[in-house]
């Protein structure tokens, strides 16, 4: 089992820049894919970014793709989302993943979940 604890959300102007951090504890973290999902108020939660265990294989959303970056260190044990020219629309808790399978933009594919983290876009 893993616990995830994300970190890095806040409020931001529109063309701004977050980084979020998601700290994983518990088992060896490079057993697992990795994913960022975010859930925006009367909308679906939905996928954002995944990276397979040792980096090899990355997917984005069509919406955030030449905007964030999915990376991971898993000597720290943690995954990243670096968020650029951030756009209101981007408004959402934000939430980490991990599965024991491989790298998937399906939230069903995923066994653990972070508590998520706000981030809000300001226009």
């Known amino acids: 089992q893993v616990q995830l604890v994300e970190s890095g959300g806040g409020l931001v102007q529109a063309g701004g820049s977050l980084r979020l951090s998601c700290a994983a504890s518990?088992?060896?973290?490079?057993?697992?894919?990795m994913g960022w999902f975010r859930q925006a108020p009367g909308k679906e939660r939905e996928f954002v970014a995944a990276?397979?265990?040792?980096?090899?294989?990355?997917y984005y959303a069509d919406s955030v793709k030449g905007r964030f970056t999915i990376s991971r260190d898993n000597a720290k044990k943690t995954v990243y989302l670096q968020m650029n020219s951030l756009k209101p629309e981007d408004t959402a808790v934000y939430y980490c993943?991990?599965?024991?399978?491989?790298?998937?933009?399906?939230?069903?594919?995923?066994?653990?979940w972070g508590q998520g983290t706000q981030v809000t876009v300001s226009s």
């Open positions: 993943a991990a599965t024991t399978g491989v790298a998937a933009t399906s939230a069903p594919r995923y066994d653990y």
């Open positions: 518990g088992r060896t973290f490079s057993n697992y894919a």
């Open positions: 990276v397979s265990r040792y980096g090899g294989t990355i």
